[in-house]
């Protein structure tokens, strides 16, 4: 199956996980796993959360952002992935000028 996402529908999440502003998401779902190609504007932040069940994997392809994964920063640019292992809580900060886009895989 091929997906395309230019011709995914993008969804403004506001506050997402009690982050600041906005943040946008194309999501494929596929049983318990999920795609998403995700745009977090400058400014903009993924709350702390928490993986409870899964492990999240984020592929960098522009931009540049922080995550704080149990409580120790980590700096990210386009061609890094940030991991989130299962009971793991992370969050993500848009720490560019320009818009932080990355793919995360959750399974």
Same mark, same amino acid.
């Given at each position: 199956?091929?997906?395309?996402?230019?011709?995914?529908?993008?969804?403004?999440?506001?506050?997402?996980?009690?982050?600041? #502003?906005?943040?946008?998401?194309?999501?494929? #779902?596929?049983?318990?796993?999920?795609?998403?190609?995700?745009?977090?504007?400058?400014?903009? *932040?993924?709350? *702390?959360?928490c993986?409870?069940?899964?492990?999240?994997? $984020?592929?960098?392809?522009?931009?540049?952002?922080?995550?704080?994964?149990?409580?120790?920063?980590?700096?990210?640019?386009?061609? $890094?992935?940030h991991?989130?292992?299962?009971? *793991?809580?992370?969050s993500?900060?848009?720490?560019?000028?320009?818009?932080?886009?990355? #793919?995360?895989?959750?399974?």
């Amino acid at each position: 199956m091929i997906v395309d996402f230019e011709k995914t529908e993008e969804k403004e999440i506001c506050y997402c996980h009690g982050g600041e #502003l906005s943040v946008f998401v194309k999501d494929i #779902l596929s049983g318990k796993s999920k795609v998403s190609l995700i745009r977090i504007p400058p400014g903009a *932040s993924i709350g *702390s959360h928490c993986h409870f069940e899964n492990t999240e994997y $984020d592929y960098a392809i522009s931009g540049e952002g922080t995550a704080v994964i149990n409580e120790i920063t980590e700096f990210i640019e386009p061609g $890094d992935i940030h991991i989130c292992k299962q009971g *793991s809580m992370h969050s993500i900060l848009n720490t560019s000028e320009e818009d932080f886009i990355f #793919l995360s895989i959750i399974s």
